[in-house]
Nanobody
Framework: QVQLVESGGGLVQAGDSLRLSCAAS????????LGWFRQAPGKEREFVAS????????DDADSVKGRFTISRDTAKNTMFLQMNSLKPEDTAIYYC??????????????????WGQGTQVTVSA
């Protein structure tokens, strides 16, 4: 079992920044990929960014490329999502996800093994 706890969401204005954190516990993450997904009201959960825990290989969605940066602190078993230049369309619940396997790129939400509880990000115009 891997437990994931997100934090850092909030209400901001367009153009502002936020940093999300995901604290992981339970099993070793050495053979996991972790990632961020988001779900806006009435929409499907979509991939945002991922990072392979063992070596830091990352992937991110075109919609956030150049604005969002995924990173990790292996000593603290914590993953981050630095979100800059936020837009109203970034408004969603952001979920931390873990998938077993040495995947260096995105995956669909139905292949996720573990989820966090989610944190709300709201961007006003």
């Amino acid at each position: 079992q891997v437990q994931l706890v997100e934090s850092g969401g909030g209400l901001v204005q367009a153009g502002d920044s936020l940093r999300l954190s995901c604290a992981a516990s339970g099993r070793s993450l050495s053979r996991y990929a972790l990632g961020w997904f988001r779900q806006a009201p009435g929409k499907e959960r979509e991939f945002v960014a991922s990072i392979r825990w063992s070596d830091g290989i990352i992937d991110d969605a075109d919609s956030v490329k150049g604005r969002f940066t995924i990173s990790r602190d292996t000593a603290k078993n914590t993953m981050f999502l630095q979100m800059n230049s936020l837009k109203p369309e970034d408004t969603a619940i952001y979920y931390c996800a873990a998938r077993w396997g040495l995947y260096g790129s995105r995956w669909s939400s139905d292949l996720t093994d573990y989820w966090g509880q989610g944190t709300q990000v709201t961007v006003s115009a």
